[in-house]
């Protein structure tokens, strides 16, 4: 059964950081690119960073370029989403997904990050 569990959300000031994790299962992890998604209210869901299987390639949005980092371990199952210099516009829900065909359907509980004084 595939899971994928977001962690390290929350509520900060503009300027601040924040490190998410994603914790996947149920599926040979290493053999996948992983991206970030978020979604804010009232919009669609946009694609924010993917990293390849191996981690040799890494492709940002240019809305986060230079501010966020994506990076995996694939010993742990684990990739990560650091993200600083957060602006109010970076609010929304975050999501892992890992980038397949085959994985359409899985996507995580998300989690919520708030930017605000």
């Known amino acids: 059964q595939v899971q994928l569990v977001e962690s390290g959300g929350g509520l900060v000031q503009p300027g601040g950081s924040l490190r998410l994790s994603c914790a996947a299962s149920?599926?040979?992890?290493?053999?996948?690119?992983m991206s970030w998604y978020r979604q804010a209210p009232g919009k669609q869901r946009e694609l924010v960073a993917t990293?390849?299987?191996?981690?040799?390639?890494?492709v940002y949005a240019d809305s986060v370029k230079g501010r966020f980092t994506i990076s995996r371990d694939n010993a742990k199952n684990t990739v990560w989403l650091q993200m600083n210099s957060l602006k109010p516009e970076d609010t929304a829900v975050y999501y892992c997904?890992?980038?397949?065909?085959?994985?359409?359907?899985?996507w995580g509980q998300g989690t919520q990050v708030t930017v605000s004084s």
């Open positions: 149920g599926f040979t992890f290493s053999n996948y690119a």
């Open positions: 990293i390849t299987s191996t981690g040799g390639t890494i």
């Open positions: 997904k890992p980038e397949s065909p085959l994985m359409s359907v899985y």
